[in-house]
């Protein structure tokens, strides 16, 4: 089962267990998204160690992040919005288009420092498993998934098909304009070059090649 129960969770699945387009399949235990943490019951954050999270990357604006907040793991803050950016912000955040994956390519050419910042903590990141979250773990933490996914070379319809596990915030609105979730994702993938973008956006052949270890079980 790729999907976590861990008490409190929200939408906690883990990375691991999908086929690659070479025969191999992703690394179980390496990596897991999930929304935010902070719901954790006492019994949450005993499975959260048990399974080996050592590391968790936090994707959230300064202000959706509480003011007190678990220690024991170390976390690293790593914001991936960009909201200081009001022009882009101004554009992606106001209409219905930010609760799907339509905004995916427009802030991944917008921001490349900041998503090639989280794939190279997630690279760097002590041995153990990595835990990367926003809120809900859908949109944030579904762009990086496809960044990592992508690179560890799964599929675009089983990257999709992961995607849609989350809740179907935006379906409605795509569902209006004649597309999908898993259109949109296709869509993203068909005019990306994951490896490329990344190497583009400063990410070492070194750290790429740690991380792609990283997510597979060869």
Avoid: K
Avoid at 10 to 24: C, E, K, S, Y
């Amino acid at each position: 089962m790729r999907q976590l129960d861990w008490e409190g969770g929200v939408n906690v699945r883990d990375l691991g267990g999908l086929p690659t387009r070479d025969g191999g399949e992703t690394a179980r235990g390496a990596v897991v998204r999930s929304g935010s943490p902070d719901g954790l019951s006492e019994r949450g954050w005993e499975a959260l160690s048990a399974y080996g999270i050592r590391t968790i990357l936090d994707l959230r604006n300064e202000d959706e992040r509480p003011a007190a907040r678990r220690t024991g793991v170390e976390t690293l803050h790593l914001p991936l919005d960009g909201v200081e950016d009001t022009d882009f912000w101004g554009r992606w955040a106001s209409g219905p288009e930010f609760g799907t994956p339509l905004y995916y390519l427009p802030h991944l050419r917008r921001f490349p420092d900041r998503n090639a910042r989280v794939i190279e903590a997630i690279a760097r990141a002590e041995p153990g498993g990595v835990l990367f979250h926003c809120v809900g773990g859908r949109d944030r933490t579904g762009q990086i998934t496809l960044l990592l996914l992508a690179l560890a070379g799964v599929e675009p319809e089983q990257i999709a098909a992961d995607y849609c596990l989350s809740p179907d915030e935006g379906d409605d609105f795509l569902a209006g304009r004649g597309s999908s979730s898993t259109e949109a994702i296709l869509s993203v993938l068909a005019e990306l070059d994951v490896e490329a973008y990344l190497r583009e956006a400063g990410v070492s052949a070194s750290d790429l090649a740690t991380l792609r270890a990283r997510l597979r079980r060869d």
